[in-house]
């Protein structure tokens, strides 16, 4: 049973609607175990499952004629997608209450900050209540034009966490797992809780190890002579001209820099003879995929830390608030 809030209903009136026969729907890895089930709730329809890994709005597959359901993703607000894809967003059906009494038990903030993954979005009301029951002010950042609901992370963009920074002692992130919170903590400067509804643990996340990694990358790159600068074709990670601007920066520091275009980045495939690589394509990549890589990889506020154009003092999370036209 699909444990996620999909009105399959609705959805099916809305694909007559639009006048399509033939649909195609892309899933995050988390839900591919239930592409079968999903097909099976739009049988008046011929179905496609895409075997494309789908890492988030950003990453569309589109086809003429074939309507894109892509699931478990909200629209980018200030993307323009093609007019044959449309967002399911499968908000999750997990209660959150054990988590936060687990909470309450480990934490002392009277300020709070909530953060949520897409899924999870829904029940933002039902933890402000909770909190606001225990005398816990409770603030939600909206986020800026890439974000589509108050309180919601992407694991490229935190800027619901920045708008409230200053507001807060500390934030608790409704999800599961550690990059999103991590990308809080850096953006943020305060601690970070992730509540997992499955365990019903709540868990402070120690960045320590993270900013080691980072800054061991740093160092390491510091001496590299040749650079290839990862360029995404994907519709919401196009930053080319973040990349080109990079290039002519590392050859005005009299070192080389090549531009690799990709649609989808796969590091066991990158043969090339350069010391390190530079990412401006999901930033996720250098931060959780790093050691698939033969080489280094920065993001490109690291590039310029490790070419001494930047001090150590400016590092941060790599976001993407806007990508190329």
Not at 1 to 25: A, N, R, T, V
Request: glycine content about 6%; overall charge neutral.
């Amino acid at each position: 049973m699909i444990p996620y809030e999909i009105d399959f209903d609705s959805l099916s009136k809305k694909i007559k609607k639009l006048g399509f026969q033939d649909i195609l729907i892309q899933l995050p890895e988390g839900m591919q175990i239930y592409a079968e089930e999903i097909a099976d709730n739009l049988e008046d329809f011929n179905v496609f499952i895409s075997a494309n890994p789908c890492y988030g709005a950003c990453d569309i597959e589109v086809y003429p004629n074939i309507l894109t359901i892509q699931f478990g993703h909200s629209k980018i607000p200030n993307i323009e997608y093609p007019e044959n894809i449309i967002f399911v967003e499968a908000f999750s059906k997990a209660s959150f209450n054990t988590a936060l009494n687990s909470f309450l038990k480990i934490a002392d903030c009277q300020n709070v900050g909530i953060l949520a993954s897409v899924q999870h979005i829904k029940a933002i009301n039902d933890v402000r209540a909770f909190l606001e029951e225990h005398n816990i002010r409770v603030f939600v950042g909206k986020g800026d034009s890439r974000i589509t609901y108050p309180g919601q992370v992407l694991g490229c963009n935190f800027s619901a966490a920045r708008e409230i920074k200053n507001n807060v002692d500390c934030f608790i992130l409704l999800g599961t797992g550690e990059f999103h919170a991590w990308g809080a903590k850096i953006v943020g400067g305060k601690d970070v809780f992730v509540l997992d509804p499955y365990t019903g643990r709540a868990k402070k996340v120690n960045g320590g190890s993270f900013l080691r990694r980072r800054y061991a990358a740093i160092a390491k790159a510091k001496d590299a002579q040749k650079f290839g600068i990862i360029v995404s074709s994907k519709i919401g990670q196009k930053r080319w001209k973040l990349a080109k601007n990079l290039k002519k920066i590392v050859e005005k520091e009299g070192r080389k820099a090549y531009l690799i275009m990709t649609d989808n980045v796969v590091p066991e495939n990158f043969y090339y003879s350069v010391d390190a690589y530079v990412n401006t394509a999901c930033p996720r990549l250098t931060y959780d995929d790093y050691s698939r890589f033969k080489k280094v990889v920065l993001s490109p506020i690291e590039l310029l830390i490790a070419l001494g154009i930047k001090d150590w003092s400016a590092f941060s999370f790599d976001e993407i608030v806007e990508v190329d036209k």
